[in-house]
Each structure stands twice: as C-alpha cells, then as structure tokens.
C-alpha cells in the first residue's frame, strides 16, 4: 500500500470513527488482559455482559489464583471455549502471582509466555494498557486489510500485522487499530458492508462487494 492510498484511509476513518477505543470494559490491565483472552471467538459484546459479573465475584489475581475450575467454567459458560479459558485463566493468575509478583509484564517476550496469552492478546495488552505502539489483528482487521489492498487474501495473519505495520506510521498504529475494528464491525460488516455510502469502494478487492453496489 503506497503512501498516499493509506493515508486516505486513515482520513476516511478518523472521519467515521475520531474517539475509536476498546469496546472490552475494564479497570486495570489485568482485567484488561483476561477480557482478551475471553474474547476468542466470542463478541465483545458477550464479553462484556460475562466480565460484569466475573470481575465483581473475582476482584484480585489471587481471587482467579484460588479459584475453582468448576466456578469458573460456571461463570464463562455462556462463550465459546469456556473450559480451556477457565483452566487459562486460572494458570494465568497463578504464574503472574509465582514468576511476576502479582505484576503484568509490560514487554513481548514475558506477555507471550503468559499461558493464554497469544501474539493478539499481546498486542492489545501492549497498545491499550501500557500505551505501546502495537497492532492487534482480529477478524475485522483482518477482513479490512485485504478489503482495502494492505494484504493480500491468503496472507496469514502475522503477514497482514506486518503489512499494515509498514504501511501505516508507528505512531499511528495505536488509534488506527482501533478505528480499523470500528470500520469493520459497524460500517465494513463481514456480509452486510455498507458499499453504498463506502468512500473507498474504488479501492476494495473483494469482487463479491463490488457486484453488491451494482445490485
């Protein structure tokens, strides 16, 4: 993606989403990084409405630490995965509590090695929590990226990450991964896209969502 084509996405979208930020209701980067992990999967949405109840029954790191896999299977069960989640969350707490001092690491390489904590979870943790610039690849980034010509559509998604991480200034990458999200889950939808009031249809690759405008 050259230049001037990324910056006029980037305008495109600062004019539908300026205030673009994390829809995953949190309190502190624990919370925030046990809402990403839940999120696999599942809307942020559900989320949403199972870490209201989650984070008032389970306020410390010790409280997921001590708790049962049996209780918090209960309180996950309405998401997808929500038996591997429970066990990831229980290790989680407990290895932040024996090799953090009940801390969460602020870089890569130690965020990564947190059990359930992948290369997204990573980025989201890093972007929204500790304000480093990172660029998490969800469905809807994803879908965008290749929608719009940052990737190509059999790139994985560390390829299109690294794509749009070229493309698109680092400084930048904090607010426009969200606002990427925000194009693709209201305005961009997997199978409803808004081509008709979309101001950069000329630029999509998706042959399906141009015969949709012609419809």
């Known amino acids: 993606m050259n230049k001037e084509k990324t910056q006029r996405v980037l305008n495109y979208f600062h004019e539908l989403f300026p205030d673009a930020s994390c829809e995953l209701n949190h309190s502190n980067v624990f919370e925030l990084i046990v809402a990403v992990m839940l999120s696999a999967q599942t809307t942020d949405k559900k989320v949403n409405q199972v870490t209201e109840h989650l984070f008032q029954k389970y306020p410390t790191i010790e409280s997921y630490a001590n708790a049962s896999l049996e209780d918090l299977q209960q309180e996950l069960k309405t998401?997808?995965?929500?038996?591997?989640?429970?066990?990831?969350?229980?290790?989680?707490?407990?290895?932040?509590?024996?090799?953090?001092?009940?801390?969460?690491?602020?870089?890569?390489?130690?965020?990564?090695?947190?059990?359930?904590v992948?290369?997204?979870?990573?980025?989201?943790?890093?972007?929204?929590?500790?304000?480093?610039?990172?660029?998490?690849?969800?469905?809807?980034?994803?879908?965008?990226?290749?929608?719009?010509?940052?990737?190509?559509?059999?790139?994985?998604?560390?390829?299109?990450?690294?794509?749009?991480?070229?493309?698109?200034?680092?400084?930048?990458?904090?607010?426009?991964?969200?606002?990427?999200?925000?194009?693709?889950?209201?305005?961009c939808k997997a199978l409803q896209p808004n081509c008709q009031e979309c101001h950069l249809y000329d630029m999509c690759k998706d042959e399906i969502k141009k015969k949709r405008r012609t419809m």
Do not use: M
Request: overall charge positive; aromatic content about 10%.
């Open 79 to 116: 998401i997808g995965l929500y038996r591997n989640k429970a066990k990831n969350l229980k290790k989680l707490a407990q290895t932040i509590l024996q090799d953090y001092d009940g801390k969460i690491p602020d870089n890569r390489k130690d965020l990564e090695s947190l059990p359930g």
């Open 118 to 187: 992948g290369r997204k979870t990573t980025n989201v943790v890093l972007s929204v929590g500790y304000n480093v610039p990172a660029f998490a690849v969800d469905t809807h980034v994803e879908r965008i990226a290749k929608r719009l010509g940052f990737a190509k559509k059999d790139d994985s998604v560390l390829t299109v990450e690294k794509k749009i991480c070229r493309s698109i200034p680092r400084n930048l990458w904090n607010q426009s991964h969200h606002q990427f999200i925000f194009f693709g889950r209201y305005f």
